[in-house]
């Protein structure tokens, strides 16, 4: 994987940690946009190295999801079987996937396949076989939509 690859990975990761650290504590978003900055993307946690997060790239989904959590929201409502609404959706799969759906909306420059194939890793570092599925198949889905 090259350093760029790496870095938008790494942004992925970071933007799915804030957003769920926003839904929990309420945290505004320039306050968590600056504490990720300086706290979390690129820190070494625990003896690990984590790599240098795109910061660009990491502040435009985190910024986007704000802006238009409606309207993705509501992209990923409809997507979602019958008898199922996004509050029933764990908290890190539903911000996986607010990431995702954002990028796909607005990020024509990245490709579906890298869009989806990121975010099934993230879902890898919090969930087991199911779940991923899942995230691909709910994305594939919303591509679909908005893309065509």
């Known amino acids: 994987m090259n350093q760029r690859s790496q870095s ?12 769920y650290q926003q839904e ?5 978003l320039a306050r968590l946009l600056k504490e990720f900055h300086d706290h979390r993307l690129g820190a070494v946690i ?3 190295e984590f ?9 435009d989904i985190v910024s986007g999801v704000n802006k238009r959590l409606a309207e993705i929201d509501e992209l ?25 759906t954002y990028e796909i ?7 579906i396949a890298a869009i989806i ?21 709910l994305l594939d889905a919303i ?3 908005v893309r065509g």
């Not at 938008?8 to 957003?19: I, K, M």
């Not at 929990?24 to 505004?28: D, I, L, S």
């Not at 909306?105 to 490709?111: F, I, N, Q, Y």
Request: hydrophobic share 40%; net charge negative; proline share 4%.
């Open 8 to 19: 938008r990975s790494a942004a992925r990761l970071g933007a799915v940690q804030a957003l």
């Open 24 to 28: 929990m504590e309420g945290t505004p």
């Open 46 to 48: 625990e003896e690990m």
């Open 51 to 59: 790599a240098e997060a795109e910061i660009d790239f990491f502040d």
């Open 76 to 100: 990923i409502g409809s997507k979602l079987a019958d008898g199922w609404s996004l509050d029933r959706l764990d908290r890190p799969q539903k911000q996986i996937l607010r990431a995702g």
């Open 105 to 111: 909306l607005a990020r024509a420059d990245v490709p």
């Open 117 to 137: 194939g990121e975010y099934v890793d993230v879902a890898d570092a919090f969930y087991e076989k199911r779940e991923k599925g899942f995230v691909n198949g």
């Open 143 to 145: 591509a679909k939509t």
